[in-house]
Antibody, heavy 121, light 107 residues
Framework: EVQLVESGGGLVKPGGSLRLSCATS????????MNWVRQAPGKGLEWVSS????????YYADSVKGRFTISRDNAKNSLNLQMNSLRAEDTAVYYC??????????????WGQGTLVTVSS | DIQMTQSPSSLSASVGDRVTITCRAS??????LGWYQQKPGKAPKRLIY???SLQSGVPSRFSGSGSGTEFTLTISSLQPEDFATYYC?????????FGGGTKVEIK
């Protein structure tokens, strides 16, 4: 069974940093592209970033480009999101999601339960 | 960027009703579209991929259609467990973009 478990969320002040992780199991992590998607309280879904299976290809939403960095550790079966220069508008539940391919297809098939990031002074 | 316009933003329906939700893309996306269901406090769940293919394990009352710029999700006979918010997602190109969501409520 595919399992995705996010961690690292919490309360941070504007301008601060936070590192999210997504621990995975039940599939060969190194063979699949991965993604981060967020959802602000009471709002819709917003794609944040994607990384190919090898880490060679990466995409970011304009809203986070230059502030967030996606990475993966295929030896540890984990996905990360380093978030710097956080703003109030980054407040959201952050989900990691699996792509059913090593290439970046955008087919978000499996999702974790999310971790809440709150940016507030 | 490809914009996804989803309608309606909310609807009220009764158990047994037929429900249709529409997503329009700002440019052609072939059939590179998925539909997701999200219940409060839960992660989204994929229902439909490639615009019309039913995800394994999803009840057959859910169906998707369309290609190019206009897509629909149909629930043929609404069940109590179907009250949720539904989103479309285009993956023709990055940035991936979601529709604004449709909240299906009990009438």
């Amino acid at each position: 069974e595919v399992q995705l478990v996010e961690s690292g969320g919490g309360l941070v002040k504007p301008g601060g940093s936070l590192r999210l992780s997504c621990a995975t199991s039940g599939f060969t992590f190194s063979a699949y592209s991965m993604n981060w998607v967020r959802q602000a309280p009471g709002k819709g879904l917003e794609w944040v970033s994607s990384i190919s299976s090898s880490g060679t290809h990466i995409y970011y939403a304009d809203s986070v480009k230059g502030r967030f960095t996606i990475s993966r550790d295929n030896a540890k079966n984990s996905l990360n999101l380093q978030m710097n220069s956080l703003r109030a508008e980054d407040t959201a539940v952050y989900y990691c999601a699996r792509d059913p391919s090593g290439a970046l297809t955008g087919f978000l098939v499996d999702w974790g339960q999310g971790t809440l990031v709150t940016v507030s002074s | 960027d490809i914009q996804m316009t989803q309608s309606p933003s909310s609807l009220s329906a009764s158990v047994g009703d037929r429900v249709t939700i529409t997503c329009r893309a700002s440019q052609g996306i072939r059939n590179d579209l998925g539909w997701y269901q999200q219940k409060p406090g839960k992660a989204p769940k994929r229902l439909i991929y490639a615009a019309s293919s039913l995800q394994s394990g999803v009840p057959s009352r859910f169906s998707g259609s369309g290609s190019g710029t206009e897509f629909t999700l149909t629930i043929s006979s609404l069940q109590p467990e179907d009250f949720a918010t539904y989103y479309c997602l285009q993956h023709k190109s990055y940035p991936l973009t979601f529709g604004g969501g449709t909240k299906v409520e009990i009438k």
